[in-house]
């Protein structure tokens, strides 16, 4: 299955993207996905990241289908 990734902020500098797919086993949960974008860019990891999962907040532990958007960004202040 597929699952598309996109990047915000600072997140799309490090990894120099802003939107990847990522392939993955059927069956598989968000955390899956977060661990592997953590080993291939480790610089994310100087950060607190935030996730969602078809534009809802995300704790790792969603199961994921087919076509799924998986959104990693930075928590974002303002006033």
């Known amino acids: 299955m597929n699952v598309r990734v996109l990047f915000f902020g600072p997140t799309a500098t490090i990894t120099g993207e802003r939107q990847i797919e990522v392939e993955l086993a059927n069956a598989s949960k968000a955390q899956q996905i977060f661990d592997q974008l953590l080993a291939e860019y480790p610089s994310l990891a100087a950060h ?29 202040s303002g006033g």
């Not at 999962?53 to 087919?66: F, I, P």
């Open 48 to 76: 607190r990241l935030l996730f969602s999962v078809n534009q809802q907040y995300a704790t790792g532990e969603e199961s994921l289908k087919d076509g799924d958007e998986l959104a990693i960004f930075t928590a974002v």
